[in-house]
């Protein structure tokens, strides 16, 4: 089946910096979704990227499908955007295969 | 407010004991999923329902049941459960497949005793 890698495993930032999360998929998938896990558990979806680029605030994604990967960028970091990302892809129309996730811990 | 409701928040049951799982939606969406989440494995899709009366399999159906017989609604059935199905689960809901953005409930906390 499709393999969803996503790296870095850990990250750690200080308030105000900047950081790249990359979601590499090994075969070609109908659509592809960014999603947030904080603390308390609760899943919210950032993105829904298929393919090409979108930005909501702080946070944009851009997703190459030709080349199989996706990257999640995150300006100006905060305490609040601590948690797991996660990027999900689709295939086969209607299965869903998550990532393992990116830990992300942003200290003031 | 839109949203997807689970309950109960958290259950501890013992071994064999059957437990339903509810999962309502209040966006009039077609397609509804479960996944559970366990620590080093991720999310993994366990059954998914593209409209009333359409289930189908995902990734880790086995020991698990479903039915969709209204839309807004998609119970998650654990007919005998065991130890190994300790675990966080999910229940999202989109309005059209995996083709517009996936919602999730607030997860249910199983412990199977």
């Known amino acids: 089946g499709i393999q969803v890698e996503q790296s870095p495993p850990d990250l750690i930032l200080q308030e105000g910096a900047n950081s790249t999360l990359r979601c590499n998929f090994s075969?070609?998938?109908?659509?592809l979704q960014w999603f947030h896990q904080n603390p308390w558990g609760q899943l919210i979806n950032l993105f829904y990227?298929?393919?090409g680029t979108k930005q909501n605030g702080r946070l944009s994604a851009t997703t190459v499908a030709t080349e199989r990967y996706s990257l999640l960028y995150i300006s100006s970091s905060q305490t609040t955007d601590s948690g797991v990302y996660f990027c999900?892809?689709?295939?086969?129309?209607?299965?869903?295969?998550f990532g393992t996730g990116t830990r992300l811990q942003v200290f003031p | 407010e839109a949203q997807v409701t689970q309950n109960p928040r958290y259950l501890i049951t013992v071994t064999g004991k059957k437990l339903t799982v509810t999962c309502s939606q209040n966006?009039?969406?077609?397609?509804m999923s479960w996944y559970r989440q366990d620590p080093g494995l991720g999310l993994r899709q366990i059954y998914y329902?593209?409209?009333?009366?359409?289930?189908d399999k995902g990734d880790v159906p086995e020991g698990y049941k479903v039915s969709r017989k209204e839309k807004r609604n998609f119970p998650l059935i654990l007919e005998s459960p065991s130890p190994n199905q300790t675990s966080l689960y999910f229940c999202?809901?989109?309005?059209?497949?995996?083709?517009?953005?996936?919602?999730f409930g607030s997860g249910t906390q199983l412990s199977v005793l």
């Open positions: 075969d070609s998938v109908n659509n």
């Open positions: 999202a809901s989109s309005s059209r497949g995996l083709s517009e953005k996936l919602f």
């Open positions: 999900a892809v689709g295939y086969n129309t209607d299965k869903l295969i």
């Open positions: 990227i298929p393919s």
């Open positions: 329902s593209m409209n009333v009366e359409v289930t």
């Open positions: 966006m009039n969406h077609e397609y």
